[in-house]
T-cell receptor, first 115, second 116 residues
Framework: SQQGEEDPQALSIQEGENATMNCSYKTSINNLQWYRQNSGRGLVHLILIRSNEREKHSGRLRVTLDTSKKSSSLLITASRAADTASYFC???????????????FGKGTHLIIQP | DTGVSQDPRHKITKRGQNVTFRCDPISEHNRLYWYRQTLGQGPEFLTYFQNEAQLEKSRLLSDRFSAERPKGSFSTLEIQRTEQGDSAMYLCASIEGWTSNTGELFFGEGSRLTVL
């Protein structure tokens, strides 16, 4: 089953504006990751934040993590048309091979940047 | 190119036929995952390998599905007697995983299956 749940399911903004997506999860985690997927393509890793971190930056991306609320947010600043994609949060999960040996993904937020 | 490659990228088949997908992971990656993704949904875990050993299978993986990873290199996912509900994108991902935590997964471009 999918642990993470992104909100909103879809988001449409104007180029240059900031885009914020949220992710909620159910059980404790070691880390949380965000991935991006262009239509019909594979997923690309964006950023990983560990459970003992509260905020992380990478270029125009800012990720926050609140383990007490079991939630994370992804902020994309100064959005561009090329940022149009689906964004997924992923949390580690115990699959049975020893340790947190896999990832489970949410349903994603579909982001559209209007030029 | 040293990324994860999947073949074929697209497959159209008739209901009842068998199909096989291949995944070549990044060469030094010992863990390999298969996920299935339907339209508007996130990837759902199917199975994964640590080297050649298949360590876990999802309940989504019915007895019509089989996966192998001979010699711990490439992997194949076979679907027998395909059904229309099998239509989806099948994604492969790999990682150099020896730790107890899962870091960044490297995904291939996926194999899209359409069952008519």
């Amino acid at each position: 089953s999918q642990q993470g749940e992104e909100d909103p399911q879809a988001l449409s903004i104007q180029e240059g504006e900031n885009a914020t997506m949220n992710c909620s999860y159910k059980t404790s985690i070691n880390n949380l990751q965000w991935y991006r997927q262009n239509s019909g393509r594979g997923l690309v890793h964006l950023i990983l934040i560990r459970s003992n971190e509260r905020e992380k930056h990478s270029g125009r991306l800012r990720v926050t993590l609140d383990t007490s609320k079991k939630s994370s947010s992804l902020l994309i600043t100064a959005s561009r048309a090329a940022d149009t994609a689906s964004y997924f949060c992923a949390t580690d999960v115990y699959l049975g091979g020893g340790g947190a040996d896999g990832l489970t993904f949410g349903k994603g937020t579909h982001l559209i940047i209007q030029p | 190119d040293t990324g994860v490659s999947q073949d074929p990228r697209h497959k159209i088949t008739k209901r009842g036929q068998n199909v096989t997908f291949r995944c070549d992971p990044i060469s030094e990656h010992n863990r390999l995952y298969w996920y299935r993704q339907t339209l508007g949904q996130g990837p759902e875990f199917l199975t994964y390998f640590q080297n050649e050993a298949q360590l876990e299978k999802s309940r989504l993986l019915s007895d019509r599905f089989s996966a192998e990873r001979p010699k711990g290199s490439f992997s194949t996912l076979e679907i027998q007697r395909t059904e229309q509900g099998d239509s989806a994108m099948y994604l492969c991902a790999s990682i150099e995983g020896w730790t107890s935590n899962t870091g960044e997964l490297f995904f291939g471009e996926g194999s899209r299956l359409t069952v008519l």
